[in-house]
């Protein structure tokens, strides 16, 4: 059983920042990469950035400069530091990761429930 949680969302105002927690747990052979993504109420999901297991990164241009993403592997958590909020980042935030939970196995993606952040204008 892989579990991921997500933390950290929550009202902020406009200009504000947040940062965004994903603990991954369960039976773990190999975590490969990981990423963001969100959604916003009646659109659909959208890549936000992921991060490879070498940590290279990986960015939405509505982004870029405003969020960074980062790992801890010995916690097997990852973060999004999101700054200068603006109401068009509302959204549920998703964490993903690509994982193998044993030598036989495939890699496959598992995903979290999602963190709510709302940007007040």
């Known amino acids: 059983q892989v579990q991921l949680v997500e933390s950290g969302g929550g009202l902020v105002q406009s200009g504000g920042s947040r940062r965004l927690s994903c603990a991954v747990s369960g039976s773990i052979f190999l975590l490969n990469s990981m990423g963001w993504y969100r959604q916003a109420e009646e659109k659909q999901r959208e890549l936000v950035a992921t991060i490879t297991n070498i940590g290279s990164t990986n960015y939405a241009d509505s982004v870029k400069g405003r969020f960074t993403v980062s790992k801890d592997n010995a916690k097997n958590t990852l973060y999004l530091q999101i700054n200068s909020l603006k109401p068009d980042d509302t959204a549920v935030y998703y964490c993903?990761?690509?994982?193998?939970?044993?030598?036989?196995?495939?890699?496959?993606?598992?995903w979290g429930k999602g963190t709510l952040v709302t940007v007040s204008s």
């Open positions: 993903t990761a690509n994982i193998r939970r044993s030598w036989s196995d495939a890699n496959r993606d598992y």
